[in-house]
């Protein structure tokens, strides 16, 4: 299976320009993969929220939304399945979710289990999160997805001996990056799977460096330069 991990620029409260970026993503990778991978709430951006629940309950979407529906539709049109993080609305609630879609269809909607991605000191009971992990299928691939504070809160819950996706949000330098945290996310990877794949996207407030990682027992298999937009192509068996 040929798994494109998208370090692409995403806008704060721009669904429109995020949606152009997936399909951008899409055109580019036709016949070179067969899903693509976008970071942690990439649609709307990861600083969209106020937190004040009747601003954000605007910003956040359904899974039964037009702008699902488009998303559903790209898949389609380009044969490409796709996982992507998402601010989520669900009766009333709103959770830090990613979705993957193949064939017009949403085959698994994944909602974060940590606590790290709301400012619990301004939320109140309508940011949640999820109680449920565990893989799905897909192109004949067992997939399991954490979200970024998940596999350091809960690394227990997401041990596969199948395939790891690994949404992120992380506006680490690339001093820092190279200075050993590669090595740290990627023994922490260790922890779950074999094989990980983490996407971290690129943005301008805050400053986010993308650079996304193909990790394989603990070590660096594959990754992105920083602060460029590519697309990095990981062969899982």
């Not at 721009?14 to 693509?36: C, H, P, T, W």
């Not at 983490?198 to 986010?208: E, T």
Request: with cysteine; proline share 3%; hydrophobic share 35%.
């Amino acid at each position: 299976m040929r798994i494109g991990l998208v370090s692409y620029r995403c806008e704060n409260r721009n669904v429109e320009f995020n949606i152009g970026q997936i399909e951008r993503a899409m055109k580019q990778s036709a016949g070179k993969a067969d899903l693509l991978c976008f970071g942690e709430s990439f649609l709307q951006g990861f600083e969209s929220l106020c937190w004040d629940y009747e601003k954000d309950k605007f910003v956040a979407i359904e899974q039964s939304s037009e702008t699902m529906s488009r998303l559903r539709d790209l898949t389609v049109r380009y044969g490409i399945a796709l996982i992507a993080g998402y601010v989520e609305k669900a009766g009333g609630k709103l959770y830090s979710s990613c979705v993957a879609i193949s064939d017009g269809r949403i085959v698994r909607n994944y909602r974060r289990i940590s606590k790290g991605w709301k400012d619990r000191s301004r939320t109140d009971e309508h940011y949640c999160e999820g109680d449920e992990t565990g893989a799905f299928r897909l192109r004949g691939k067992d997939i399991t997805i954490a979200l970024c504070g998940d596999l350091w809160d809960h690394p227990e819950r997401f041990r596969t001996g199948d395939l790891l996706v690994w949404p992120v949000y992380v506006n680490f330098t690339p001093d820092e990056w190279n200075g050993g945290l590669i090595d740290e996310y990627a023994a922490q990877a260790a922890l779950a799977a074999r094989d990980t794949l983490m996407i971290n996207p690129i943005d301008d407030d805050p400053v986010n460096h993308g650079g996304s990682f193909h990790f394989r027992n603990g070590r660096t298999a594959g990754r992105l330069p920083f602060d460029r937009e590519e697309i990095l192509i990981a062969e899982i068996e």
